[in-house]
């Protein structure tokens, strides 16, 4: 079972811990064998060992304590007496205010206290302004409000804030395509898939994709290829394009417009034969194809995510600019998965580039 500190290392780094100095060895050893106890499974025991701690331990050390205490009684889902202390280190410590935060706030989505979650959260940001921890509430509450709009906005601030992971992005992109912006949809995903292909919103992102860049007959007119093949005559295919169109929104550099145009061609090329391929590895080419749409000069997404793609797309994508990047880049984001690994350890093409990738960086 992960403790405290596993998740102190990953929000706060190592110093933090490296620096406590415990007021007595009694002191040190209730800590480390409540934190024995607690990962075993034995959180009566841990809660015991860590109210004894509590009893000796200096002021500016309680927060230590109490942070464990929420966290144990939160896993015996006595989640009031988790907020109790939770709330203790939010009275009493600025270093483990963020942890506790997420506690009280795992807390109340558990409970459904959703009018609680949001007190709490505008009480935070009056105090500590506007960190991502606190923002991502407010983005969810929105968003199971389906006020996407709303949820759009505080899901762009924490992906323009350079603090947003992976699922932040599969999020927004989740928004995005509530709101219709398939453009920004698809984006958001991909690149939340490329911070992250395990990222606990993983599966959505992948099944958007299935769908959207796939299409509706995908699938048919690749047994139809394949048959053709076989039988050695021209396949018979009904390929749909999509219509010109004159409305506003129209954008001829968009994916809705250029995606089935991208298919088709890429389902007469004989030379790339994509539909012999796996289902990541069509996946993949398909993502670097509508990349190659997103990221051209005057697309759509460059139209509506003028912010997005100048600071945070745009920097990172100019990578595809070296030998292979953009091919890496659209295996990688379903590495994630058993097929989509064996994918990046099997190609050829992609060994070599992560070689060269090497090698540039052993020259830094």
Not at 86 to 105: C, E, G, H
Not at 141 to 150: D, I
Not at 241 to 249: A, I, K, M, R, T
Not at 294 to 307: P, T
Request: hydrophobic share 40%; aromatic share 12%; with cysteine.
């Amino acid at each position: 079972m992960r403790t405290f500190i596993a998740l102190l290392f990953l929000g706060w780094s190592l110093p933090i811990f490296a620096q406590i100095e415990f007021s007595s060895d009694k002191v040190r050893d209730l800590y480390e064998k409540g934190l024995e106890r607690h990962d075993a499974g034995n959180y009566d025991k841990a809660i015991e060992l860590y109210l004894e701690g509590l009893k000796f331990c200096s002021k500016e050390n309680k927060d230590l304590f109490y942070s464990e205490l929420s966290f144990s009684y939160g896993l015996k889902n006595e989640l009031d007496q988790s907020n109790k202390y939770a709330f203790k280190v939010l009275k009493s410590s600025d270093r483990l205010y963020n942890y506790a935060f997420q506690r009280i706030s795992n807390n109340y989505l558990v409970q459904k206290e959703y009018k609680k979650l949001r007190k709490l959260t505008k009480k935070a940001i009056k105090k500590h302004g506007e960190r991502v921890i606190f923002l991502r509430n407010y983005a969810f509450l929105e968003l199971r409000a389906e006020q996407f709009e709303e949820s759009q906005k505080w899901l762009k601030k924490i992906c323009l804030s350079g603090d947003g992971v992976g699922r932040d992005f599969v999020l927004l992109g989740m928004v995005e395509n509530k709101l219709a912006h398939m453009d920004a949809a698809l984006m958001a995903m991909t690149f939340g898939l490329f911070l992250d292909p395990e990222n606990s919103k993983a599966d959505v992102a992948i099944s958007f994709l299935e769908q959207y860049l796939f299409g509706k007959s995908w699938e048919k007119d690749c047994q139809e290829l394949l048959k053709a093949k076989e039988e050695k005559r021209a396949p018979q295919m009904n390929i749909t394009l999509p219509p010109l169109s004159e409305g506003e929104d129209f954008n001829a550099n968009s994916l809705e417009f250029m995606m089935p145009l991208s298919r088709a061609v890429l389902l007469s090329n004989d030379e790339i034969n994509i539909c012999a391929k796996n289902h990541f590895e069509q996946l993949a080419v398909l993502t670097e194809t509508a990349w190659g749409i997103l990221l051209s000069e005057g697309s759509a997404l460059q139209e509506e995510e003028k912010e997005l793609y100048t600071e945070v797309y745009q920097p990172f994508f100019k990578e595809f600019e070296k030998e292979g990047r953009k091919k890496l880049y659209s295996y990688y984001i379903f590495s994630g998965t058993e097929e989509g690994k064996d994918n990046m350890l099997n190609d050829t093409e992609l060994r070599v580039i992560i070689q060269k990738i090497e090698e540039e960086r052993g020259q830094d």
